[in-house]
């Protein structure tokens, strides 16, 4: 694990970066998540380095590595997102509020053990979101505006070389007993319906601008590219996320995608 500082030119990149631009706009509905989330994961985190005391220096160290890699995830999501903003889609803001305002939340009223296990839900999707774009979406990819490509790519090989971290924070603090296991469960579903509620509502206002001035033919046609794009993620990302359900699941065990290490010594 190592901090990457990537410098991006989101200059000339347009929304629909991707040829099918139902697609494009998913994972822009997506990118609002890093946005918000990570600073939330860096300020748990803190709390967890605390908790922690003197004990566990391995994972203490690891932790300031996920920090500062989660800053850099967040500094480039917000810089992309800024041009979604200012290529037509600026309502996206006023969806985005309530689910800033969520973490704000979580962080003042929510116990650590509950944010612990809701990072560990979110990195959990982040590693399986890793294997899916790296591996199940090269029909989507080609053809696509490198940068953004490349950006995603970055964070999530990023993702799952930390996938670790939350899940030995989560163990090093609550144990690896029933309760622990049943909890992790419980937040870990509660974290893919919050995040997938927020992106679903982002998705579907990004979709509805560009669809605005179509023909009804036109429109018939993303509709339809749109569902079967979304059947394409949903299958790829349920067989792997259905792991996360075992009381055996274990992050580390996970085999890095092809392509994942090339991409990272590009960035080292
Ligand atoms: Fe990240
Ligand atoms: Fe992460």
Same mark, same amino acid.
């Given at each position: 694990m190592k901090v990457r500082q990537p410098t991006f030119d989101f /200059? /000339?990149?347009? *929304?629909?970066? $991707?040829?099918v631009r139902e697609f494009a706009q998913s994972y822009n509905a997506f990118s609002t998540v890093p946005a918000h989330i990570e600073p939330f994961l860096v300020k748990v985190m803190m709390r967890v380095k605390d908790a922690l005391g003197e004990k566990h220096p391995k994972l203490r160290a690891d932790i300031e590595i996920f920090n500062k890699q989660e800053v850099q995830h967040c500094k480039q999501h917000v810089a992309f997102n800024k041009m979604l903003y200012k290529s037509g889609? $600026?309502?996206m803001q006023a969806l985005e509020k309530p689910y800033k305002d969520d973490y704000q939340r979580f962080l003042e009223t929510r116990s650590l053990r509950f944010n612990v296990a809701y990072c560990e839900g979110f990195e959990a999707m982040g590693s399986s979101a890793g294997q899916v774009f790296f591996e199940e979406l090269d029909e989507y990819l080609a053809g696509s505006d490198q940068e953004a490509v490349d950006l995603w790519k970055w964070h999530l090989a990023e993702e799952f070389e930390h996938r670790e971290v939350c899940f030995q924070a989560y163990e090093a603090l609550y144990g690896k007993g029933l309760f622990a296991w049943l909890y992790r469960i419980w937040v870990f579903a509660y974290a893919v319906k919050h995040i997938g509620s927020h992106t679903a509502r982002v998705g579907a206002y990004m979709n509805d601008v560009d669809r605005e001035n179509m023909s009804e033919v036109d429109r018939a046609a993303s509709i339809e590219r749109q569902k079967v794009l979304r059947a394409k993620i949903s299958k790829a990302s349920k067989k792997r996320l =259905?792991? =996360?359900? /075992? *009381?055996?699941?274990?992050?580390?065990?996970m085999v890095p995608s092809p392509g994942m290490a090339e991409l990272l010594s590009r960035f080292s």
């Open positions: /200059s /000339s990149i347009r *929304p629909h970066w $991707a040829p889609y $600026a309502g =259905v792991k =996360v359900l /075992s *009381p055996f699941y274990n992050p580390g065990k």
